[in-house]
Each structure stands twice: as structure tokens, then as C-alpha cells.
């Protein structure tokens, strides 16, 4: 059973940095992209950033320049490092991995459990 844990999330002041960190578990045949969602209060999931299996990034506009998405294949990992937090970036902030399970079958999206960032002002 393939499971997304996340840590690192906590409370920083507003212009403070936080490490979110992402470990894939169980029978995994290969991770594709992977990315980094964040949900606040009353608002829908929105996506952060992505990164390919390749390496290559991509950023939502507000993040970008502050936020850096790494991923470490061979740890099955991917981390988010957060800069310059804002308190309107307070939120869930979860893992999700497009992976495939078996090479005979689809990939398909897993999603972890989230952490909380509360970022005061």
C-alpha cells in the first residue's frame, strides 16, 4: 500500500522559512511528477508547485523566487523549501505523487495527509 507522509510544516513568523519534506512508502514502481498543494480555511486546494521525475519545476506565480520544490528519486522524496512566508500563505499544505504501482498498470495520483503551516503576522 503506497502512502505520502509529510513533516516540517509548524508555526513561523511571517517572513520566516519552513522545509516541508515528503516520503513515498510502499510498492511503488515508479513516481512520475510530484508536487506540493496547500488548502486555507473556506478555500479550495490550490497548487503550489510540481516537479517532474526529470527534475524540472514549476511554481505557482505568487511563490515563485521564494519557494524551491527538490525532489531526491532514489529517497522517493520531495521537499519544499518555503522563504519570505506571508501570513495569506497560511494553510494545509499537502504531498501529492502521480506513480504507478505495477508497470502493467496506470499511474495514478496518491495524496498525503498534510501539514499544517500557520504563518503569524
Known amino acids: 500500500q503506497v502512502q505520502l507522509v509529510e513533516s516540517g510544516g509548524g508555526l513561523v513568523q511571517a517572513g520566516g522559512s519552513l522545509r516541508l519534506s515528503c516520503a513515498a512508502s510502499?510498492?511503488?514502481?515508479?513516481?512520475?511528477?510530484m508536487a506540493w498543494y496547500r488548502q486555507a480555511p473556506g478555500k479550495q486546494r490550490e497548487l503550489v508547485a510540481g516537479?517532474?521525475?526529470?527534475?524540472?519545476?514549476n511554481y505557482r506565480d505568487s511563490v515563485r523566487g521564494r519557494f524551491t520544490i527538490s525532489r531526491d528519486n532514489a529517497k522517493k522524496m520531495v521537499y519544499l523549501q518555503m522563504n519570505s512566508l506571508k501570513p495569506e500563505e497560511t494553510a494545509v499544505y499537502y504531498c501529492?505523487?502521480?506513480?504507478?504501482?505495477?508497470?502493467?498498470?496506470?499511474?495514478?495520483?496518491?495524496w498525503g495527509l498534510g501539514t499544517q503551516v500557520t504563518v503569524s503576522a
Open positions: 516537479i517532474t521525475s526529470g527534475g524540472t519545476p
Open positions: 501529492n505523487a502521480n506513480l504507478r504501482v505495477r508497470f502493467w498498470e496506470p499511474p495514478r495520483d496518491y
Open positions: 510502499g510498492s511503488i514502481y515508479v513516481i512520475n511528477d
